[in-house]
Nanobody
Framework: QVQLVESGGGLVQAGDSLRLSCAAS????????MGWFRQAPEKEREFVAA????????DYKESVMGRFTISRDNAKNTVYLQMDSLKPEDTAVYYC?????????????????WGQGTQVTISS
């Protein structure tokens, strides 16, 4: 059974940084594209970032480019999201997701497995 467990969320001020982690089990981690999505209250879940199986390619939502960095450690079965220069509009529940596709397809339907989410709140 695939399990994705996020950690690292919290309440910080605008301009601060957070690092999210997602520990994966029950799958051959290096065979999966890994991604982060987020969902703010009363909004649709949206793509934030993804990284290919070998970490050679990444993709980002335009509004987080230059502020967020996705990375992965296949030896630790973990994917990370470093979030810098955080803004109040980044406030959301952040979800880790795994995709068995061969390339990054930045839509919710392309990802097969999901974590439970971690809350990120940015105060102004």
């Amino acid at each position: 059974q695939v399990q994705l467990v996020e950690s690292g969320g919290g309440l910080v001020q605008a301009g601060d940084s957070l690092r999210l982690s997602c520990a994966a089990s029950g799958l051959t981690f290096s065979n999966y594209v890994m991604g982060w999505f987020r969902q703010a209250p009363e909004k649709e879940r949206e793509f934030v970032a993804a990284v290919t199986k070998n970490a050679r390619r990444t993709d980002y939502k335009e509004s987080v480019m230059g502020r967020f960095t996705i990375s992965r450690d296949n030896a630790k079965n973990t994917v990370y999201l470093q979030m810098d220069s955080l803004k109040p509009e980044d406030t959301a529940v952040y979800y880790c997701a795994a995709s068995s596709r061969s390339v990054i397809i930045p839509i919710r339907g392309a990802f097969d497995s999901w974590g439970q989410g971690t809350q990120v709140t940015i105060s102004s």
